[in-house]
């Protein structure tokens, strides 16, 4: 095992989350999880308030735990929901919310805990992104801008912190038997919508995936040997085989071909 290590969680109430705040927790390593009520906790987890659609609760919070610790060696972005619905459907308002928690939130984290990690010379930033960051899912485009955009920017962020021995982490998961499907948010304009019946069908074949999905323990097990790896890589899949192998799919097949096998997997060939 790596020598313990000061860790804050994003969105650790549940989920991937809690996974890793507990597995990390179990490995020696000093832990803080946030949720946006805070109090509670698991074993050996310090659950701090915070919002990270909100600039002066991060920045306090992350404030407290360098109080308490001194230091901040691993952040892990975790927190996050999912909109779902036809884009033509999706108001700016839903639009705005999907980027404010799942890409402005990481830019918020990232940006008050750097100062610690540069002052340290040493860090770990792990941005959990997801395999809708690798293409765009149809009827969640607004999800998979939201990742496409924590990609964007970890790609970026690892070039620029590298110099002040701060490394950059994305993790990509498939489907996880969270509660991230149950929480989804339909987009208000989805009823009655022309969209409306290929959007319930995919959302269907979405949900017999989820049913089948790993536990989000394989995250946290994932992100257990990342935070123990002298050098990790920028990026790392988990998950259901059937779903990871898209990575290579659209790395490899031209783009036609990629878009024809997508268009099958979700029933939406004309």
């Not at 884009?87 to 610690?116: H, K, M, W, Y």
């Not at 998979?144 to 950059?168: I, N, P, Q, Y």
Request: charged residues 25%.
């Amino acid at each position: 095992m790596s020598s313990p290590r000061v860790v804050l969680v994003t969105g650790a109430s549940s989920g991937i989350g809690r996974a890793c705040a507990e597995h990390l927790a179990a490995a020696g390593h000093r832990v803080y999880g946030t949720s946006r009520r805070g109090g509670g906790g698991q074993a050996g987890v310090k659950l701090l308030a915070m919002d990270v659609d909100d600039d002066a609760s991060v920045a306090s919070g992350i404030a407290r735990l360098i109080a308490e610790e001194g230091r901040l060696d691993v952040v892990i972005n975790n927190a996050g929901f999912a909109v779902a619905g036809a884009i033509e459907d999706t108001s700016l308002d839903e639009a705005r919310a999907q980027l404010e928690t799942n890409f402005f939130g990481v830019l918020r984290v990232c940006r008050a805990a750097l100062p610690q990690m540069r002052a340290q010379k040493a860090g770990l930033i792990v941005n959990v992104s997801s395999l809708g960051g690798i293409f765009g899912m149809p009827f969640s485009g607004l999800y998979s801008a939201s990742k496409f955009a924590v990609e964007g920017l970890s790609e970026a962020l690892r070039l620029e912190t590298r110099r002040f021995g701060v490394d950059v982490v994305l993790v990509e998961p498939g489907d996880m038997r969270t509660g991230l499907p149950a929480a989804r948010r339909d987009v208000k304009a989805a009823a009655g919508s022309p969209y409306e019946p290929a959007f319930r069908n995919v959302m269907k074949l979405s949900k017999r995936d989820e049913d089948q999905a790993p536990e989000p323990k394989a995250v946290a097990v994932l992100i257990g040997r990342i935070v123990a790896t002298r050098r990790p890589k920028l990026r790392y899949s988990v998950g259901m085989f059937s779903q990871r192998i898209v990575v290579w799919l659209k790395r490899l097949l031209p783009a036609r071909l990629f878009e024809w096998i997508l268009l099958k997997a979700f029933e939406l060939s004309p």
